[in-house]
């Protein structure tokens, strides 16, 4: 039985809450801050800038969400086809099933009369069975596809947050001030999270913070270049 992998970087209900909150404010954040920065540059015009950002969450949240639910829903699909797969091949082929369980664990370690245990423990109950075979040799657990509606509400709301991060100084400062704030406190708030986020992925939290905040500045820059381009045009 040859399958590809389908694997995620967190495993569980409350991990993978955490990854879609850094998934949807980072994306949030990021792509506003790009934008609220063009904008500033373009126009300097404190109304232009927060209805753009604006315009940008809302459309940025929606989308985020959309995309967090077809992709939820995909992936359960794709487990339910994978499950379905396993069982016929438990009823059609146990021998090949059983030879399958039995390499999985002695490539964990297991020999000898403890690895017959094993294989004849899991074997003697089919739902077992199978969810081993799913779990150990396709690497794919039911919890974290089961919550298509939760992943995208969560997502977006997390986008909405994440997107007002740098609208907030240009509420309360001068332009100005405003673009030198938005730049600091929105990579500080990409350092957290990617910090954060290295607690599930098993990364060095200084190197995970460090790649998340240079993938948010390399957009600031990129909206400050466009924006400044298109603030010489004759329009």
Do not use: C
């Amino acid at each position: 039985m040859k399958r590809g992998l389908h694997k995620k970087e967190f495993h569980g209900n409350g991990s993978a809450v955490i990854r879609d909150v850094i998934l949807g404010g980072q994306d949030g954040l990021v792509n506003v801050l790009g934008i609220v920065l063009a904008v500033a540059e373009a126009t300097n015009s404190r109304s232009v800038i927060l209805i753009s950002g604006l315009a940008a969450t809302f459309a940025e949240s929606i989308s985020m969400a959309a995309v967090a639910y077809t992709s939820s829903k995909a992936s359960k699909e794709y487990y339910d086809r994978q499950l379905a797969m396993e069982w016929q091949e438990v009823r059609e082929k146990p021998a090949e099933e059983v030879a399958e369980v039995r390499a999985l664990y002695a490539k964990k370690g297991f020999k000898g009369s403890l690895l017959n245990q094993i294989v004849k423990t899991i074997t003697s109950n089919k739902k077992v069975w199978v969810q081993t075979m799913m779990r150990d040799e396709l690497g794919l657990s039911e919890d974290e596809f089961a919550h298509p509606v939760r992943d995208a509400l969560v997502v977006g709301f997390a986008a909405i947050i994440g997107s007002l991060i740098p609208l907030i100084p240009f509420i309360l400062l001068p332009i100005p001030i405003a673009v030198v704030t938005t730049l600091g406190v929105s990579t500080l708030v990409l350092f957290g999270s990617g910090a954060i986020k290295a607690n599930y992925t098993g990364t060095t939290p200084w190197k995970s913070g460090l790649e998340m905040a240079l993938v948010g500045m390399t957009a600031a820059i990129a909206g400050y270049l466009i924006g400044k381009a298109l603030g010489v045009l004759p329009l």
